[in-house]
């Protein structure tokens, strides 16, 4: 396995903690593990307003950058459903926006095991159609609206993608999908390669999705595995970030692939030397690499835009 440096050191530190994993944890006790990571990045670059507005559907919080924002950035965060809070994400959050010139806005949608599928979806869908009415009043103009999220987020933000298309709106100029969640079958050879077993292990995402859809007859609904949705054409331009050493590595490709095959501009960057979660563990070096791409492709979609 050739994992970098930084990511080993991680993992080394972890393993020394005595933390038990994932799989053998409550969701409280999983999710108190997210305000530690979160205190580690520090609280990111200086913007001009982060705010979380009253009237949302969804509990949000807006981040604006200083200056003319470009385009709207709707965020959705992973942790498989079950974990992850706004204050956790504020610092990539902050940094998308400023590295973007993008308002971006952070979905905190609502988790399982207490509220499951299909609610996380349904918050997410609220929210992009709050935000495609409410665009002027938080960009200042009529810009561009991008979905984006990493993991059980790239899964909601895939997922939105389409019933946009289906609605009829509201008009997307891009998705940026970080390793998403894209199938419930968790036998790929990525899933059972001894390699990938790392911060997110098989095990891990058999107990996301037992608390997400516990029932099984649901996980291969479109909803809630994207990948087997029979219609992918005709969605907006996909950014899809990827690591080698990740159990959700062969899906991505795969949804990836099918996009490509329905039409869709496609842009996938796989990082050979990383793991699961480089993108939101901030101090990784790896991260900065992805931060680059998701950066670069998001100028390529507001480029594009009408």
Not at 215 to 237: C, H, I, N, T, V
């Amino acid at each position: 396995m050739a994992l970098d440096e930084a990511s080993t050191a991680l993992l080394t530190q972890l393993g020394e903690s005595g933390l038990p994993p994932i799989s053998d944890m409550t969701p409280e006790q999983a999710r108190g593990l997210g305000p530690a990571l979160a205190e580690m990045y520090g609280p990111g670059p200086d913007v001009e307003l982060v705010v979380e507005p009253a009237d949302a559907p969804v509990p949000v919080r807006v981040i604006v950058p200083e200056g003319t924002p470009r385009g709207v950035v709707v965020y959705y965060h992973g942790g498989g459903w079950v974990i992850g809070a706004l204050d956790e994400f504020e610092t990539l959050g902050r940094t998308l926006a400023v590295r973007t010139g993008c308002v971006v806005v952070l979905v905190d949608y609502r988790l399982a095991p207490a509220h499951r599928y299909p609610a996380a979806v349904e918050d997410a869908w609220a929210a992009l159609r709050w935000v495609d009415e409410q665009v002027e009043t938080l960009a200042g103009a009529r810009v561009p609206v991008i979905v984006a999220g990493d993991s059980a987020g790239g899964n909601l933000a895939a997922v939105v993608a389409r019933r946009a298309r289906d609605a009829g709106g509201p008009a997307l100029a891009g998705q940026v999908l970080v390793y998403p969640v894209t199938d419930a079958n968790v036998d790929r050879p990525s899933y059972t390669d001894p390699a990938n077993q790392l911060i997110v292990s098989r095990g891990a995402m058999i107990w996301f999705w037992g608390h997400y859809v516990p029932d099984p007859a649901l996980r291969g609904e479109p909803d809630a595995s994207p990948l087997r949705a029979a219609d992918l054409s005709g969605l907006p331009p996909a950014a899809v970030l990827l690591a080698e050493h990740d159990p959700l590595r062969d899906e991505g490709r795969a949804y990836a692939e099918r996009l490509s095959e329905a039409g869709t501009a496609v842009s996938t960057l796989l990082l050979p030397d990383q793991m699961h979660g480089f993108f939101t563990l901030l101090t990784l070096p790896g991260a900065a690499v992805g931060m680059d791409f998701v950066v670069d492709e998001i100028a390529k979609h507001l480029a594009s835009s009408p």
